[in-house]
């Protein structure tokens, strides 16, 4: 079965700190896909990046990066000197190599005060 | 601009009154989805189509209907709703080749109350 995992419901920092959001997954295919998504409060599902389990590389785009470990099948996004703008709910997703579903997990939610 | 679209964007209604959401998508996808997101949850599949007349139940249809006579076009339909449909609907495409793993566009979603 797959299975994504969000621990942490809520997380509250002060605007420029540095911020990580776990991420864990179960899969047993051999190939698959993660995925982060950001909601903010207006609601829509804005996608931020793609990560197929080949490419074990961290990826940085501007202020976000994510760190991909097979390892300890961990998905982490981090924001690093985070924004008030930054303030949403964010999901990670699995989609294995066996069907096209999409598991989610079930969000933190993030607060970036000013 | 490619996107994903949905109507209504909020919408307030009675129990039993038959209601459709629409999603329409101009990326020539094959691939149609509909989620419900509710609080503590996440988002939860209801149907998806993988191509035209073609779709499947996904975790959670109970309560709701699908058509798919366009590419471009995958209604979500409410017989009779009933307020645990109360929730927040998201309509997404994807291309169907390539990879199982290919990205999933979202909808701006649609706020359904049922009273």
């Known amino acids: ?114 | 601009e490619a996107q994903v679209t949905q109507n209504p964007r909020y919408l307030i209604t009675v129990t039993g009154k038959k209601l459709t959401v629409t999603c329409s998508q101009n990326m020539n996808h094959e691939y149609m989805s509909w989620y419900r997101q509710d609080p503590g949850l996440g988002l939860r599949q209801i149907y998806y189509s993988m191509n035209v007349e073609v779709t499947d139940k996904g975790d959670v249809p109970e309560g709701y209907k699908v058509s798919r006579k366009e590419k471009r076009n995958f209604p979500l339909i409410l017989e009779s709703p009933s307020p645990n449909q109360t929730s927040l609907y998201f309509c997404a495409s994807r291309v169907a080749g390539g990879t199982r793993g290919e990205t999933q566009y979202f909808g701006p979603g649609t706020r359904l109350l049922v009273l």
Do not use: H, M
Request: aromatic share 14%.
């Open chain 1, 1 to 114: 079965a797959q299975k994504v995992t969000q621990a942490q419901t809520e997380i509250s920092v002060v605007e420029k700190e540095d911020v990580t959001l776990d991420c864990v997954y179960e899969t047993r295919d051999t190939t698959y896909y993660l995925f982060w998504y950001k909601q903010p409060p207006s609601g829509e599902l804005v996608f931020l990046i793609r990560r197929n389990s080949f490419d074990e590389q961290n990826e940085i785009s501007g202020r976000y990066s994510w760190n991909f470990q097979k390892s300890t099948s961990s998905f982490n996004f981090t924001i690093t000197a985070s924004q008030v703008v930054d303030s949403a709910v964010y999901f990670c997703a699995l989609s294995g190599d066996s069907n096209y579903q999409l598991i989610w997990g079930a969000g933190t939610k993030l607060i970036i005060k000013p």
